[in-house]
């Protein structure tokens, strides 16, 4: 389920755009105020229940279908080369 889910998301322009956007803003607040990385690594955890909430409501699908843990690693998830469950491909990236 988890793959298919992702792959609607990254599929659709405005998901993948997000994504992208999302990442940039927290980049350049890292960038700007070095001091918050610890911050923002601690409070992964609460942000990830907090995203897992609002995925939920936007996609109408039960809570019980995204994992109750985030999966994977901050500086993974920041990655501009990574996606969750996709091959990252030269596409994704333009």
Do not use: H, W
């Not at 998901?15 to 803003?25: D, K, W, Y």
Request: with cysteine; charged share 30%.
């Amino acid at each position: 389920m988890r793959r298919s889910l992702t792959t609607r998301i990254l599929s659709q322009p405005e998901g993948l755009a997000t994504i992208r956007v999302q990442r940039r803003e927290i980049l350049k607040l890292m960038s700007e105020n070095p001091s918050l990385k610890p911050y923002l690594e601690e409070t992964l955890p609460e942000s990830y229940e907090n995203s897992r909430d609002l995925a939920s409501g936007e996609t109408n699908l039960s809570l019980s279908t995204f994992p109750k843990q985030c999966l994977y690693p901050f500086e993974e998830i920041l990655s501009d080369r990574f996606y969750p469950s996709e091959p990252v491909t030269d596409d994704l990236m333009e």
